[in-house]
């Protein structure tokens, strides 16, 4: 029975076969395409079995245009498992496909279809395995060759397949489940499931599988009245034109495109139109330039009869002379003379306006420098010309000048005048509040607090060293006495201050500049060195924690401690921060906009101001009064009391002051003189003996200058009231 079925399926195989029209390959074309074989290898398929499926992929492909732009071919085996035999990117030549079919081993299990189907959706039409963009609409075609019943499920695979626009064939051979090939399939059913008794007839349908794969060319078929040429597309064709030419409404017949209304053609003047292309032309009078698009008056200049001095303009018939730059044509309009640029009157030079080609430039006196604007001039020497009002010297420089003062003294913000003292050298640390009252707007306010007492000392490598530490809930080290040596650097550190918010550990804060900010590690200077300790605390509130233990350690290691207070700082906390007296080692203001008020108090605390003519003196015995520092220069004779007692001397004539020595007291005075200093001490009285100690210390002051400290020990029972007179060659006398 079964060889009567088998007779009457290939008698109705061959006579599809003969009814199916004849093309020729010269009519038959196929265009691009991704083509992938799932082949089911499982063991039911017999070696030699397997070797027609091997003839019927090689066939099918022999039929198709095989390349990287046409079509391309992946294989897929499968059997309980999924290989993937080649990409669709793995070859582009008919060769190289058909010897890697002929080459691979089938893998001789079970029958898992559906799971091959949903490989090739996932996988082998990807971009990466090689498959185009949907976008190009590039045909997705899968052929599946299965000689069972799929041991898995494959309507729901399949359907996904075909959603992602594959189109499959179903092929299935000797015991293939009909049903199943059906679900597979893409539709119609009829186009695209095929099935015969064995493997010797599946290499028939190759011929078939071309006649799907292939279109007839229609402009070898038909009489498609294209001008110029025919394009066949599957089961159609279209008519192109030659390059110049558009295709007319009727879709066959073509007309000239006038390229010079595409309006890109770039001609000054005229455009020619031609097939394809276009040429530019010029009006007349003009004539075409070499750039073959824009024209230029045809040059009556070129004759050499014109006449002009310097320059021969043509124009659309006729030409005219013209001058250089810088030049003005004469009334015979063919000469040319020089502009004079002074003539015209608006030069605004000061003093002479020199003309010159193209312009003019301002020149001044003898003795006198042009400035930057180019018009105005300023004598070279400005101190003897002008009314500088120097206090002490005027320094002339290139149209400018500048003041200065004695050495030893600081040019004050006028630019003019001369304080009368100096910082001298100091250790200063400033301890911020940065807790979350101050808020971010007025702690903007305190570091210019800082910035404006910072501006009034004397910032160098071996003057005053300057550290910063914020504090709130914690301590943070802003910088230490030893990272910045300018005024500028610390001022640039502290805009750059981030506000730390939250709370206030006063306690640790002093704890913290006790144990690290005055320590040598962070640059405080060695206490052999005598550099005096500062540190100056700014808070606006109580403090979370006790502040006692570590003031007072504070003092007691000998640094000077200053307390600045705002809105709800508490009194009775800035007084046990402050140093003795704490009138003036204490500040406090109610709001944050009148601290800079604050920070000139405390500059004058740190450098007091001089003070003229006879001196009332409290009693020595004060902790406070117990020294004094003087200072003399080569010019001037200035003194600067650490304290209220000491004479106060100011001008280079001799002058005396009454001064009381405590009972077994020692004064020291700090002596800065140009070059090298001298002392003569000269006393009266027996009862009064003053030792002196010379080279107790020299510090380096500058160029030129060098800082030597004297101390005067006075011993005396029953201490008198003595004269001490500074005179005009710098020498001291206690009479």
């Not at 006495?481 to 550990?505: C, H, P, R, W």
Request: aromatic share 8%; hydrophobic share 35%.
């Amino acid at each position: 029975m079964k060889l009567l079925y088998l007779s009457m399926l290939l008698l109705v195989f061959l006579t599809r076969l003969e009814a199916r029209p004849q093309i020729t390959e010269k009519k038959c074309k196929t265009g691009p395409m991704d083509l992938v074989f799932i082949i089911d290898s499982s063991r039911s398929v017999r070696p030699f079995e397997f070797e027609s499926v091997r003839k019927f992929m090689i066939d099918i492909i022999n039929s198709l245009d095989i390349g990287p732009t046409l079509t391309r071919v992946g294989v897929v085996q499968y059997s309980s498992q999924v290989q993937n035999v080649f990409s669709l990117k793995t070859f582009s030549k008919k060769s190289d496909i058909e010897k890697a079919i002929n080459e691979f081993v089938p893998l001789a299990q079970g029958t898992m279809t559906g799971l091959a189907i949903q490989y090739a959706t996932n996988v082998a039409f990807t971009i990466e395995e090689g498959a185009r963009p949907l976008s190009q609409r590039i045909p997705r075609v899968a052929i599946i060759v299965t000689d069972g019943r799929p041991q898995d499920r494959v309507t729901d695979v399949a359907a996904q397949a075909r959603d992602a626009g594959i189109e499959i064939y179903a092929v299935g051979v000797q015991r293939a489940d009909v049903t199943s090939l059906r679900a597979m399939a893409s539709p119609p059913l009829d186009d695209h499931v095929f099935h015969v008794e064995s493997f010797d007839l599946i290499q028939h349908f190759a011929i078939q599988f071309q006649d799907k794969l292939c279109d007839v060319d229609m402009c070898t078929e038909m009489d498609h009245g294209c001008q110029h040429t025919c394009v066949s597309v599957p089961s159609s064709y279209y008519c192109e034109c030659n390059p110049g030419y558009k295709l007319n409404a009727d879709g066959k017949t073509c007309s000239v495109i006038n390229m010079c209304l595409q309006g890109n053609h770039g001609c000054e003047q005229l455009c020619v139109s031609s097939p394809g292309s276009y040429s530019c032309a010029c009006s007349s009078g003009y004539q075409l330039n070499n750039d073959k698009k824009t024209c230029s008056i045809i040059d009556l200049c070129a004759k050499g009869n014109h006449g002009c001095e310097q320059l021969c303009i043509s124009s659309l018939g006729s030409y005219s002379c013209a001058c250089h730059t810088g030049y003005q044509l004469n009334n015979d309009k063919k000469t040319c003379t020089m502009i004079n640029y002074c003539s015209y009157g608006n030069h605004s030079c000061q003093h002479e306006c020199v003309s010159i080609l193209n312009g003019y430039y301002c020149r001044c006196n003898e003795g006198y420098t042009l400035q930057s604007d180019g018009k105005t001039c300023l004598a070279n020497d400005m101190c003897n010309v002008l009314d500088h009002g120097c206090q002490f010297k005027c320094v002339s420089t290139p149209g400018s000048y500048h003041c200065i003062c004695p050495e030893g003294q600081d040019l004050q913000a006028d630019g003019k005048t001369c304080n009368k003292c100096s910082t001298g050298n100091i250790d200063l640390v400033f301890v911020i509040d940065g807790s979350k009252s101050v808020r971010p707007h007025n702690f903007e306010l305190v570091k210019q607090f800082v910035i404006k007492i910072v501006e009034n000392l004397d910032i160098s490598a071996h003057g005053t060293h300057v550290g910063l530490v914020q504090y709130s809930s914690r301590v943070r080290t802003e910088f230490p006495l030893s990272q910045f040596k300018t005024a500028n650097d610390i001022k640039n550190a502290v805009k750059n201050i981030q506000y730390m918010e939250k709370g206030t550990m006063t306690g640790l804060a002093l704890k913290h500049m006790v144990e690290h900010s005055f320590s040598e590690e962070e640059g405080a200077r060695h206490p052999s060195k005598n550099i005096p300790r500062i540190g100056l605390v700014f808070t606006d509130g109580r403090s979370q924690d006790d502040i006692s233990e570590w003031a007072k350690k504070a003092k007691e290691a000998g640094i000077t401690m200053y307390a600045v207070g705002v809105g709800k700082a508490v009194e009775d906390e800035l007084n046990e921060i402050a140093s003795e007296p704490v009138s003036k080692h204490s500040f406090y203001t109610a709001d944050f906009g009148t601290i800079n008020l604050i920070a000139e108090d405390f500059k004058l605390n740190i450098c007091p101001e001089e003070i003229k003519g006879e001196t009332e003196f409290k009693n020595p015995c004060d902790c406070e009064h117990l020294a004094s520092v003087w200072v003399l220069e080569t010019r001037n004779v200035i003194t600067a009391p650490s304290s209220s007692v000491g004479p106060l001397v100011g001008s280079t004539t001799d002058s005396s002051v009454q001064l009381k020595y405590p009972q077994m007291s020692a004064l020291l005075l700090d002596f800065t003189l140009a070059g090298s200093p001298s002392l003569s001490l000269n006393m009266t009285g027996a009862e009064l003996r003053l030792v002196l100690s010379t080279n107790l210390s020299i510090i380096d002051w500058g160029p030129g200058f060098i800082h030597n400290l004297f101390r005067i020990s006075v011993e005396d029972e029953d201490a008198p009231t003595r004269p001490a007179i500074i005179d005009s060659q710098n020498s001291l006398q206690i009479m």
